[in-house]
C-alpha cells in the first residue's frame, strides 16, 4: 500500500509560477513510477507529467512543455510540479499518482491516487 499526500495548490494570478508537492508513505517508493493528472470542471482527467522510477527520465503533455518540470526525490519519498507561466486553462485539480509501468500516460497504468489539490488562474 501507497498513500499520497499532495500539496502546495492555490490562486496564482496568469504569468505567475506555483509548486505542487506529492509526499508518500507505505511501501518503498523507490519501486514506483510517478505522475500528476489534472481534472478541470466538466472534463476528463487527463495526463499531465510522468518520471520515471530513476528520476532520469521523464514524460509531458504538450500544452505545458517547457512550462512546467516534473522531479522527485527518493529519499525524501516525494515528487514535485513546478508550474510557471501558468494560464487560465491550467486550473483544475491536480492529483498524484504512482505505479509500476514508467511514464505510462493513462489512468490505467497508475493505482495508487492522492486526494488532489487544487489550482486556480483567474482569466
Known amino acids: 500500500q501507497v498513500q499520497l499526500v499532495e500539496s502546495g495548490g492555490g490562486l496564482v494570478q496568469a504569468g505567475g509560477s506555483l509548486s505542487l508537492s506529492c509526499a508518500a508513505s507505505g511501501r518503498t517508493f523507490r519501486d514506483y513510477a510517478m505522475a500528476w493528472f489534472r481534472q478541470a470542471p466538466g472534463k476528463e482527467r487527463k495526463f499531465v507529467a510522468s518520471?520515471?522510477?530513476?528520476?532520469?527520465?521523464?514524460s509531458y503533455t504538450d500544452s505545458v512543455k517547457g512550462r512546467f518540470t516534473i522531479s522527485r526525490d527518493n529519499a525524501q519519498n516525494t515528487v514535485s510540479l513546478q508550474m510557471s507561466s501558468l494560464k487560465p486553462e491550467d486550473s483544475a485539480v491536480y492529483y498524484c499518482?504512482?505505479?509500476?509501468?514508467?511514464?505510462?500516460?493513462?489512468?490505467?497504468?497508475?493505482?495508487?491516487w492522492g486526494q488532489g489539490t487544487q489550482v486556480t488562474v483567474p482569466s
Open positions: 518520471i520515471s522510477w530513476s528520476g532520469g527520465t521523464t
Open positions: 499518482a504512482a505505479g509500476h509501468t514508467a511514464l505510462a500516460q493513462q489512468e490505467n497504468g497508475y493505482i495508487y
